[in-house]
Structures are given as C-alpha cells and as structure tokens.
C-alpha cells in the first residue's frame, strides 16, 4: 500500500529534495506541493485526504500552525508532521496544541525522515525518544497498542497524572503555576516531571505533552 503525503513549504529547494528522499521509499508518494498553508487549502479541495502532511511552521501568508490547525479541524485525518530548523520549547508546544503529530529538523537525514513516516502510519504520531515505545508491528497495532498503553499507565502515579493533565492544558501553564495548583513546592513538582522524563526516555516538556498525546493519557 502506498501512503500519500502532501509537502507544504515555501522554499522551492526544501520541497524538491523532500520530494525526491520520499518517492524514493516504496511505501510513500508525494502527490501534492504548496509553497503555504492557503496554497495546501485551495488544492487540497476535492482530492482524497493524504495520510500525512510534512508542513514547514514557518512560511508567509499562512505559516505552518495555521495551516496544522486548519487541518486538525477541516482534515482530521491527515497526519500534520512540523517541519522546522526552531527547536525551541516555545515553537513545539505551539505547533503540538495547533494539532502537529510529530516533529521533523529541516537536515533530518533520510533514514530518520523514513521512520519519522512509518511512526505517523502505525502509532499516529513520531516521537524521536522512542526507544522504549517500539513495541509496535504492523500485525498487531490495536492489540498491543493496548497492552502498552496500559503497561505506561500503570507506571505513572497519580500525582504524576495530575501533572501530566495540567502540562497538557490548553492554559499553558507554567511549572510553576501547576505547583500552585497542585498545592506542592515548585521542587516536589520537579521530581515529578524528572521521574516521568526518566521513567519514558522524554526530554522536554513539548515531548511530555507529545507523549501523553500518543498513548491518549490525556486526550488532545
């Protein structure tokens, strides 16, 4: 089976070279390119959902959050992979709550930018600290997708829950303010965060968030 994925970039080059890595992969074919998040929204019109849309976040007229909105909301369907060089905490908590699956660096190499894809079609989502989350085969997602997310649950306290629910938020709180929520000290809060980043090999807050997302602990 092949998967369709549309590229949206403003940068002719970037697109070109995606294009090319992409319908190198048996699996994969790109069947549609837009320069911007209005351009995707015009030609997307009438044509069958693609499984998975690589969207640069920064681009002119309708920059890449926008664009993973619309499509969370209009193209539920569609798998919305960040394309991006701004790996700051800021930009991936933004596109995250705009509705992005996964992120991607602009100099991903092409074996990453191929586990990236396979990760979007099997789980929905591609995280780069997968290493103890790939439990998964194509023969049985459901079922052991199952397994596995009761297997995380099952290691997460329920303070860490709670934490969990509040970085998840649409408030966007800080950690500070979830301590004041939670009634903790700020450095009770942070054990939590540092055990649940040690005990799923997460690295940032936006990989929390990710994180709960994937395995539905906190539904987006």
């Not at 908590?93 to 996964?102: C, E, P, S, T």
Request: aromatic share 6%; charged share 25%.
């Amino acid at each position: 089976m092949t998967h369709p994925v549309v590229l949206v970039d403003d940068h002719h080059m970037v697109r070109e070279g995606l294009a090319a890595t992409i319908d190198a992969f048996d699996e994969y074919a790109v069947v549609l390119q837009a320069a911007n998040g209005r351009e995707l929204i015009d030609a997307i019109d009438g044509i069958p959902d693609p499984a998975i849309a690589i969207v640069d976040l920064h681009m002119p007229v309708m920059d890449g959050y926008a664009t993973i909105a619309w499509l969370k909301a209009h193209r539920p369907a569609v798998l919305p992979l960040a394309l991006t060089f701004d790996a700051s905490e800021e930009a991936l908590m933004r596109a995250i709550r705009a509705g992005a699956r996964g992120f991607l660096g602009k100099n991903a190499r092409s074996a990453v930018l191929k586990h990236a894809l396979d990760s979007l079609v099997r789980t929905g989502y591609f995280q780069t600290s997968e290493a103890r989350l790939e439990l998964l085969d194509r023969n049985g997602v459901r079922s052991r997708t199952e397994m596995e997310r009761d297997a995380i649950l099952a290691q997460i306290t329920p303070r860490e829950l709670d934490l969990l629910r509040l970085v998840c938020s649409d408030e966007e709180l800080t950690y500070e303010q979830i301590a004041g929520l939670m009634k903790l000290s700020v450095h009770t809060v942070d054990n939590y965060r540092v055990n649940l980043f040690e005990k799923f090999g997460i690295k940032s807050k936006a990989g929390l968030v990710l994180f709960a997302f994937k395995w539905r602990i906190v539904e987006p």
